[in-house]
């Protein structure tokens, strides 16, 4: 569920990936909608997402509205 870590590969990779169900969790860190299990509010207008591996990945505020309204939170 989590293509890459590092900040070149992950700006090179997001164009290709903005038809997909990937989206931007941070700066760093590119992930599929279709993998997350569940997602709870956090401090600071963050986001918890749980993916469907059991991993956890904090969602920074600038993209937390994004990953909601594709999701269908909002």
């Given amino acids: 569920c989590l293509l890459s870590r590092g900040l070149g590969d992950v700006y090179k990779r997001q164009a ?3 038809n997909c169900s990937f989206f931007r969790a941070s700066k760093a860190i590119i992930i599929n909608l279709q993998r997350v299990q569940s997602l709870r509010p956090e401090l600071g207008a963050r986001l918890l ?3 469907d591996n059991k991993e956890k990945i904090v969602v920074s505020r600038k993209y937390a509205k994004t990953i ?3 999701l269908g939170v909002i």
């Fill in 16 to 18: 290709y990936l903005e």
């Fill in 49 to 51: 997402l749980t993916m």
């Fill in 68 to 70: 909601k309204n594709a």
